[in-house]
């Protein structure tokens, strides 16, 4: 779970550090104050993408960086040690974007790629927004919410790699079935993209290479300027901290003559001393292989500028440019020799289909099985949220005999009956605004059930809804927080009270910035307060406060 975050410059943020707990914690204000900006910074630090818009103002770059206890998650852990990145059951993940848009990403310490976010932080942290009742009628998202229900990730990549196969071959056989004319011409293009992506030759992992290099080229003066000023101040200057250490450490062995009991201080000294002596050693080698090189600079800048140039022209990233000149390379043997390969290429591409019908029939099962929990959850979750007697199901047809596609051969449908006696149709025609705003935070809550991702994100997924309701919804909520880390963006007083943590978040106004603060609400008294600004308003009253302090002492007391 997420125990601390750290967040530097980023939006309306200056500076900010929190300490989060197990179990459900609220997160209240007025609306800009600024808490949906806590929830971008959690999805930036774990892999979404991030432009130079989210720099504070007059700042020269943002950083986001995450604690999370990986005590209850071995999958997580298991996937650190895979890429060497563990360091026991606690990670740390940091994130920096400059005004430049440029962004950087560490694990534990090591340089890590968004991908990698993205991949560590779906095991970990799972984030519902505001605006989910919105794309809820879209298919695509349904089939993403029986998917994750079913659990199948891993299934679901392995699937679409295998499409991505059969596509290539589908491909390269269409390639090889033009006419006559049409190949030759298809044959000369294949030979000029050949031709010149050999002619540039680009190698892999060579782009990543040039970039370290020019980053490193570009600030050669800084790095100059900066080891020269350390290496004096270490062992060159009048006085520096060789010739200090050195009189300080023959005072103290002559006091040591004395009493023995500084013989420890005197030891220490003297490791410090020879730990200060290899260091200026290692600054001394390092300067005498640093050198400004604006020629060299200039060649890296020329390289990366040809493998992004390709990069473009190929629709690829410049690191897959020795991949592509593969490909490529084996189309252009393919149709030079045409008719055995596509006697060959033919028996491949059943082969690759038939893999990808057992792949795809697995998760279609995987799917049904799904939808069958899920319209139990969902029905049931309808009951309680005020929609008694609706009814909501999971339409899974799917289509055996179609061609591929990355996801499967299923078309899902989400259907509801919203009140007792009528027909179940498309969730998007007959749900109202209200009622498709609790369906969506009852489908969210079901999909979340059981789930062996550690922490939940609800980013206002009670909108549209308030009264007794509300207080159900905060139920709900507060029991998923038995079982997971639960986080939630409220503006309702009642979804607030249950929350076993609350915190208030607020924007303080200078005379020429405005930040972000937060305060953790310990006390009743201060909870209290806030209950009561969520329920009145700017004019607060002791009937408002009473009603509060009433509404808090029901919710706990019912936890």
Same mark, same amino acid.
């Given at each position: 779970?997420?125990?601390h975050?750290?967040?530097?410059d980023f939006?309306?943020?200056?500076r900010?550090e929190?300490?989060l707990?197990?179990?459900?914690t609220?997160?209240?204000?007025?609306?800009?104050?600024?808490?949906?900006i806590?929830?971008?910074?959690?999805g930036l630090?774990?892999?979404?993408?991030a432009d130079?818009?989210v720099?504070?103002?007059g700042?020269?770059? =943002?950083e986001?960086?995450?604690?999370?206890d $990986?005590?209850d998650?071995?999958d997580?852990?298991?996937?650190?040690?895979e890429?060497?990145l563990?360091t026991?059951?606690?990670?740390?993940v940091?994130r920096v974007?400059g005004q430049?848009g440029?962004?950087?990403?560490? $694990?534990?310490?090591s340089p890590?790629?968004?991908?990698?976010?993205?991949e560590?932080?779906?095991q970990?942290?799972?984030i519902?927004?505001q605006h989910?009742?919105?794309?809820?009628?879209?298919?695509?998202?349904q089939?993403d919410i #029986?998917?994750?229900?079913?659990g199948?990730?891993?299934?679901?990549?392995t699937?679409?790699?295998?499409f991505r %196969?059969w596509?290539?071959?589908?491909?390269?056989?269409?390639?090889?079935?033009?006419?006559?004319d049409?190949?030759q011409?298809?044959?000369?293009f294949?030979?000029f993209q050949?031709?010149?992506?050999?002619?540039?030759?680009p190698?892999?992992?060579?782009?990543?290479?040039?970039?370290?290099q020019?980053?490193r080229? =570009?600030?050669?003066g800084?790095l100059?300027?900066?080891?020269?000023?350390?290496?004096?101040l270490?062992?060159?200057?009048?006085p520096d901290?060789?010739?200090?250490?050195?009189?300080?450490?023959g005072?103290?062995?002559?006091?040591?003559r004395?009493d023995?009991a500084l013989?420890?201080?005197v030891?220490l000294?003297?490791?410090?001393q020879?730990?200060?002596d290899?260091?200026a050693?290692?600054l001394?080698h390092y300067?005498?292989?640093l050198q #400004?090189?604006p020629e060299?600079l200039?060649?890296v800048?020329?390289?990366i500028?040809q493998?992004?140039s390709? %990069?473009?022209k190929?629709?690829?990233e410049?690191?897959?440019?020795a991949?592509r000149?593969?490909?490529?390379?084996?189309?252009?043997?393919?149709?030079?020799h045409?008719?055995a390969r596509?006697?060959?290429?033919? %028996?491949?591409?059943?082969?690759s289909?038939?893999t990808?019908?057992?792949? =795809?029939?697995a998760?279609?099962a995987a799917?049904?099985?799904s =939808?069958a929990?899920?319209?139990?959850?969902?029905?049931e979750?309808?009951?309680? #949220?005020?929609m008694?007697?609706?009814?909501?199901s999971?339409?899974v047809?799917s289509?055996?005999?179609?061609?591929?596609?990355a996801?499967?051969?299923d078309?899902?449908?989400?259907?509801?009956?919203?009140n007792?006696?009528?027909?179940?149709?498309?969730?998007a025609?007959?749900?109202?605004?209200?009622?498709?705003?609790?369906?969506?935070?009852?489908?969210?809550?079901?999909?979340t059930?059981d789930k062996?991702?550690?922490?939940?994100?609800?980013d206002?997924?009670d909108?549209?809804?308030?009264g007794?309701v509300?207080e159900?919804v905060g139920r709900m909520?507060r029991s998923?927080?038995?079982?997971h880390?639960?986080?939630?963006?409220?503006?309702?007083?009642?979804?607030?009270?249950?929350a076993?943590?609350?915190?208030?978040?607020?924007?303080?106004?200078?005379?020429?910035?405005?930040?972000?603060?937060i305060l953790r609400?310990?006390?009743p008294?201060?909870?209290?307060?806030?209950?009561?600004?969520m329920l009145g308003g700017m004019?607060?009253?002791?009937?408002?406060?009473?009603?509060?302090?009433?509404?808090l002492?029901?919710?706990?007391?019912d936890?």
């Amino acid at each position: 779970m997420l125990t601390h975050i750290l967040i530097r410059d980023f939006a309306i943020i200056d500076r900010l550090e929190l300490d989060l707990e197990g179990g459900m914690t609220a997160l209240t204000g007025e609306t800009g104050a600024g808490k949906s900006i806590l929830v971008d910074a959690i999805g930036l630090v774990l892999g979404d993408r991030a432009d130079s818009s989210v720099v504070r103002a007059g700042r020269e770059r =943002a950083e986001i960086s995450a604690t999370l206890d $990986l005590a209850d998650v071995p999958d997580a852990q298991t996937w650190l040690a895979e890429r060497d990145l563990d360091t026991g059951e606690e990670c740390v993940v940091r994130r920096v974007i400059g005004q430049d848009g440029r962004s950087r990403a560490y $694990l534990n310490g090591s340089p890590a790629t968004l991908q990698m976010l993205r991949e560590l932080g779906e095991q970990l942290v799972s984030i519902h927004g505001q605006h989910a009742h919105q794309v809820l009628g879209h298919r695509d998202h349904q089939r993403d919410i #029986l998917d994750l229900q079913a659990g199948h990730a891993d299934a679901l990549l392995t699937l679409a790699g295998q499409f991505r %196969a059969w596509q290539r071959l589908r491909e390269r056989l269409d390639a090889m079935s033009l006419a006559d004319d049409q190949r030759q011409e298809r044959l000369d293009f294949l030979t000029f993209q050949v031709d010149e992506l050999q002619t540039a030759a680009p190698v892999a992992g060579e782009f990543a290479e040039l970039s370290e290099q020019h980053e490193r080229l =570009a600030h050669a003066g800084q790095l100059l300027e900066n080891v020269q000023q350390t290496h004096s101040l270490l062992f060159d200057g009048e006085p520096d901290v060789h010739s200090l250490l050195t009189q300080a450490l023959g005072a103290l062995e002559e006091a040591g003559r004395h009493d023995a009991a500084l013989g420890a201080s005197v030891e220490l000294l003297r490791n410090a001393q020879i730990e200060i002596d290899e260091a200026a050693g290692e600054l001394r080698h390092y300067l005498d292989g640093l050198q #400004l090189d604006p020629e060299r600079l200039d060649a890296v800048e020329t390289r990366i500028a040809q493998l992004q140039s390709l %990069a473009r022209k190929h629709r690829c990233e410049p690191e897959e440019l020795a991949g592509r000149l593969n490909e490529l390379s084996a189309e252009l043997d393919g149709l030079a020799h045409a008719d055995a390969r596509r006697i060959e290429l033919a %028996a491949e591409l059943e082969t690759s289909e038939a893999t990808w019908r057992t792949q =795809a029939d697995a998760i279609s099962a995987a799917r049904r099985n799904s =939808a069958a929990t899920l319209e139990r959850s969902v029905t049931e979750a309808m009951q309680t #949220l005020g929609m008694e007697g609706g009814r909501f199901s999971v339409e899974v047809t799917s289509t055996p005999d179609g061609p591929p596609t990355a996801h499967g051969c299923d078309r899902i449908e989400f259907k509801v009956s919203a009140n007792p006696g009528q027909p179940q149709q498309a969730l998007a025609k007959v749900a109202s605004g209200g009622e498709l705003s609790r369906i969506s935070l009852a489908i969210q809550l079901a999909a979340t059930h059981d789930k062996r991702i550690p922490t939940l994100i609800f980013d206002e997924v009670d909108s549209g809804i308030g009264g007794g309701v509300a207080e159900v919804v905060g139920r709900m909520l507060r029991s998923l927080g038995s079982r997971h880390q639960v986080l939630c963006v409220t503006h309702l007083p009642q979804v607030a009270a249950q929350a076993h943590h609350h915190l208030a978040v607020s924007k303080v106004k200078g005379s020429n910035s405005t930040q972000t603060q937060i305060l953790r609400l310990a006390e009743p008294a201060t909870r209290i307060e806030e209950l009561a600004r969520m329920l009145g308003g700017m004019r607060m009253t002791e009937q408002t406060r009473a009603h509060a302090k009433e509404m808090l002492r029901i919710a706990q007391a019912d936890a």
